[in-house]
């Protein structure tokens, strides 16, 4: 899969780069895979969530002061197995779910709420197509999947009209859709990068309530180390809070419905601020990431229902992981 990117940048770096291509030290960062070789990574989303309802101290004195905390995370761990590699540098890779676990604590300790709709993934497959450049060409049955998923967090009685229970579909959303984000967005990839270089992307924003959002994202190739198995680009990333959101993202949920509990409960949230950093280990010469880990804190302010005159602020201090299993 690597064999013909890595002519086609041979050939762009003698055009481009000349005789200085050795001083500069250009770095070919691509995704490759081996027939018969499935690769096993373990993703973690969780997030802390700071509810103060009155940020200003204008409610009455019972209330000034009161903070809620909370927590929600997912763990999963999934398989990557390579199914085609076709002689133009296209491979199809089969996706297995091994396992989905949520785990949630609320301000009177852990939630005693049913399964969430995300762990209905475990077992779950879908394929997709990567070029080696990181680029997924094909989204068509990851995309069915997040949409079918979507549909199980309603409740089935709908006396009281269409609910939602809280779900963290978006945070799977924001491990799958997005491999290989840091190599994928690489504007010219076929020249290479160097130490130094940074180049722009759009990351998702999972949160607890329903809310479509993207943080903008600038990565630095910071470092070429040595590592047990190959040498490791260290992609450094930062990130803030994006004014538009692609309209090719996934939406899993469709038409008007209620969320329940606090985050359905609150009402037109507006983001303050969003602000983190991240590093990803990428190897180079086995082609395929290591480990990352994304954290960003953002800040929201939302209002009550019926005219009440408080705007509580939120803040969500999200960690993102994802690591390579032996």
Same mark, same amino acid.
């Given at each position: 899969?690597?064999? %013909?990117?890595?002519?086609?940048? #041979?050939?762009? &770096? !003698?055009?481009?780069? $000349?005789?200085?291509?050795?001083?500069?030290?250009?770095?070919?960062?691509?995704?490759?895979?081996?027939?018969?070789?499935?690769?096993?990574?373990?993703?973690?989303?969780?997030?802390?969530?700071?509810?103060?309802?009155?940020?200003?101290?204008?409610?009455?004195?019972?209330?000034?002061?009161?903070?809620?905390?909370?927590?929600?995370?997912?763990?999963?761990?999934?398989?990557?197995?390579?199914?085609?590699?076709?002689?133009?540098?296209?491979?199809?890779?089969?996706?297995?779910?091994?396992?989905?676990?949520?785990?949630?604590?609320?301000?009177?300790?852990?939630?005693?709420?049913?399964?969430?709709?995300?762990?209905?993934?475990?077992?779950?497959?879908?394929?997709?197509?990567?070029?080696?450049?990181?680029? %997924?060409?094909?989204?068509?049955? #990851?995309?069915? &999947? !997040?949409?079918?998923? $979507?549909?199980?967090?309603?409740?089935?009685?709908?006396?009281?009209?269409?609910?939602?229970?809280?779900?963290?579909?978006?945070?799977?959303?924001?491990?799958?859709?997005?491999?290989?984000?840091?190599?994928?967005?690489?504007?010219?990839?076929?020249?290479?990068?160097?130490?130094?270089?940074?180049?722009?992307?759009?990351?998702?924003?999972?949160?607890?309530?329903?809310?479509?959002?993207?943080?903008?994202?600038?990565?630095?190739?910071?470092?070429?180390?040595?590592?047990?198995?190959?040498?490791?680009?260290?992609?450094?990333?930062?990130?803030s809070m994006s004014e538009s959101v692609p309209p090719d993202?996934?939406?899993?949920?469709?038409?008007?419905?209620?969320?329940?509990?606090?985050?359905?409960?609150?009402?037109?949230?507006?983001?303050?601020? #969003?602000?983190?950093?991240?590093?990803?280990?990428?190897?180079?010469?086995?082609?395929?990431?290591?480990?990352?880990?994304?954290?960003?804190?953002?800040?929201?302010?939302?209002?009550?229902?019926?005219?009440?005159?408080?705007?509580?602020?939120?803040?969500?201090?999200?960690?993102?992981?994802?690591?390579?299993?032996?």
């Amino acid at each position: 899969m690597k064999t %013909i990117l890595t002519i086609f940048v #041979l050939a762009s &770096l !003698i055009a481009v780069l $000349g005789c200085n291509g050795a001083a500069d030290q250009r770095q070919l960062l691509s995704v490759d895979f081996q027939q018969g070789q499935t690769l096993r990574y373990k993703f973690t989303s969780g997030r802390e969530i700071e509810v103060d309802w009155d940020p200003a101290k204008s409610a009455p004195k019972s209330s000034k002061g009161k903070i809620d905390k909370s927590s929600e995370s997912v763990d999963m761990v999934v398989a990557y197995t390579p199914v085609e590699i076709d002689p133009y540098g296209l491979t199809t890779v089969k996706a297995t779910c091994e396992s989905v676990k949520v785990k949630r604590h609320a301000p009177k300790g852990p939630q005693a709420a049913g399964k969430d709709a995300v762990e209905g993934l475990k077992g779950k497959t879908f394929t997709f197509t990567v070029d080696p450049t990181g680029k %997924i060409t094909d989204y068509s049955q #990851l995309d069915e &999947l !997040i949409r079918d998923t $979507g549909k199980k967090p309603f409740r089935t009685d709908s006396r009281r009209g269409r609910i939602k229970e809280p779900d963290m579909i978006g945070d799977f959303i924001a491990t799958q859709w997005f491999l290989w984000d840091s190599v994928s967005s690489i504007k010219k990839p076929v020249e290479g990068i160097r130490v130094g270089q940074s180049w722009n992307s759009k990351l998702s924003v999972p949160v607890p309530m329903v809310m479509r959002k993207a943080r903008d994202v600038t990565y630095t190739l910071d470092e070429i180390r040595p590592g047990e198995k190959g040498r490791l680009a260290v992609i450094n990333s930062s990130y803030s809070m994006s004014e538009s959101v692609p309209p090719d993202w996934p939406i899993p949920y469709s038409g008007s419905f209620q969320m329940s509990g606090r985050f359905g409960f609150l009402k037109g949230y507006k983001v303050l601020d #969003l602000q983190g950093r991240g590093q990803e280990l990428f190897n180079i010469d086995a082609g395929r990431t290591e480990q990352y880990n994304q954290q960003y804190q953002m800040q929201l302010e939302a209002s009550l229902p019926m005219g009440v005159d408080i705007n509580p602020r939120l803040t969500i201090k999200q960690n993102l992981t994802m690591k390579i299993l032996e």
